[in-house]
Structures are given as structure tokens and as C-alpha cells.
């Protein structure tokens, strides 16, 4: 079944340093991949999203996401962090059931900005 | 669209009371979710329903939970007795279509049992 495994609970960057929140994911079938954002008390709001065609996809708020199948991997990058930025992230995976399909999460990166 | 729409917010109850917590989904979206976030376990999927049908309860965690969806624009989720473990924050989520599209989610009711 696909899952996904984020790595790092927490990570801590510079106002303006690079952001790199990593997500491995595991799939027999061409996966569809998701990153949300979690801002402190609201519900999740999606960031970007991988189905099918270009390898490197660009979301709101300045996030891109590269998959990389030789990796298994699909992080998500920010080239400079803003305090805004501080949030949970999810990364997610669509779940092929026989039955019918569902978006499963890892277990989300918690994201601090520094001044 | 006014979103995703639940309810309460926020609610606090005592251990063994019935809860209900409430959801509309967008309009015209065919499937709605149901999920669980703490601290311990993350995100974890409850329910979900196509077309107002349960597809999949199998993350319902006891038969305490129970959730229903009557029609196209309302769904609950009900604990009955509630416990303490039960805390955490409840979200509903709806799309149109399962396969390639995002979930719209509400903005979660916290839940105290206490």
C-alpha cells in the first residue's frame, strides 16, 4: 500500500536561508503526491500537488517540490524562508483501495523560521 | 463557496457524555472525510463517504464513534460515551473526485473531554 515517511518532526531555519522539508514515499503504481500546510488552529490547505507530467512542481507561496522516482523521494523546497512560512507540513499520498481511494498522511514536519 | 464548514470550534465535555460534531462540505463535492489529528498519532483517516455512502470506517476506533451522513450537504461524527482519549482536534474534508484532487479541509473542531 502507499505510504509516506517524513523526515524530521522539526526543523528550525534563518529568516531567508533555504528551506528543505523531506518526504520519501513507498508505491508499487505511479504515485499522486500532495503537500499541505498547517498554520496554529486552522484546518490544512493544500500546497501543491503531483499527478502526472512535469517532475518539478511549483505551489503557492513560493514552494516547489521535485519527484524524483530513482529516490522515492519528494521534497519540498523554498529557496528563502519567511516568518510567515512557520507552519505544520504534511506531505500525502493517494492510497489505491479496492474499493476506493484515500489521502493518507505522514506524520508532519513542524517548520520554525529565526529571526 | 463559504469552505468547508464545522461545528463547533471548540467544545469541552464530561467524560461519558454523547458528542456531536457537525460538517458541510462544499457544495457539489462527492466525498467527504472525516479525520483525527493529536499529537501522538498525527492525521489519521476515520471515515470517508462517496455520494453520502460510508466507503471505508475501518479507522473508526471503537464502536463508540459513529458517523452518518443523511444527505449531500450534511455529515456528523457522534462519541457516545465520550472519554478523555478521545481529545483531540476533528477535521471533515470534501472533494469531487477522489483520484487526482485536492481535499478541501474545515478548520477542525477541538474536542476536550474531560
Known amino acids: 500500500a502507499q505510504s509516506v515517511t517524513q523526515l524530521g518532526s522539526h526543523v528550525s531555519v534563518s529568516e531567508g536561508a533555504l528551506v528543505l522539508l523531506r518526504c520519501n514515499y513507498s508505491?508499487?503504481?505511479?504515485?499522486?503526491l500532495f503537500w499541505y500546510v498547517q498554520y496554529p488552529n486552522q484546518g490544512l490547505q493544500l500546497l501543491l500537488k503531483y499527478t502526472t507530467g512535469a517532475t518539478l512542481v511549483k505551489g503557492i507561496n513560493g514552494f516547489e517540490a521535485e519527484f524524483k522516482k530513482s529516490e522515492t523521494s519528494f521534497h519540498l523546497t523554498k529557496p528563502s524562508a519567511h516568518m510567515s512560512d512557520a507552519a505544520e507540513y504534511f506531505c500525502a499520498v493517494i492510497r489505491q483501495m479496492e474499493y476506493g481511494n484515500k489521502l493518507v498522511f505522514g506524520a508532519g514536519t513542524i517548520l520554525r523560521v529565526k529571526s | 463557496d463559504a469552505g468547508v464548514i464545522q461545528s463547533p470550534r471548540h467544545e469541552v465535555t464530561e467524560m461519558g457524555q454523547e458528542v456531536t460534531l457537525r460538517c458541510k462540505p462544499i457544495s457539489g463535492h462527492d466525498y467527504l472525510f472525516w479525520y483525527r489529528q493529536t499529537m501522538m498519532r498525527g492525521l489519521e483517516l476515520l471515515i470517508y463517504f462517496n455520494n453520502n455512502v460510508p466507503i471505508d470506517d475501518s479507522g473508526m476506533p471503537e464502536d463508540r464513534f459513529s458517523a452518518k451522513m443523511p444527505n449531500a450537504s450534511f455529515s456528523t461524527l457522534k462519541i457516545q460515551p465520550s472519554e478523555p482519549r478521545d481529545s483531540a482536534v476533528y477535521f471533515c474534508?470534501?472533494?469531487?473526485?477522489?483520484?487526482?484532487?485536492?481535499?478541501?479541509f474545515g478548520q477542525g473542531t477541538r474536542l476536550t473531554v474531560v
Open positions: 474534508a470534501s472533494n469531487r473526485l477522489l483520484m487526482f484532487t485536492e481535499a478541501f
Open positions: 508505491s508499487s503504481v505511479p504515485p499522486y
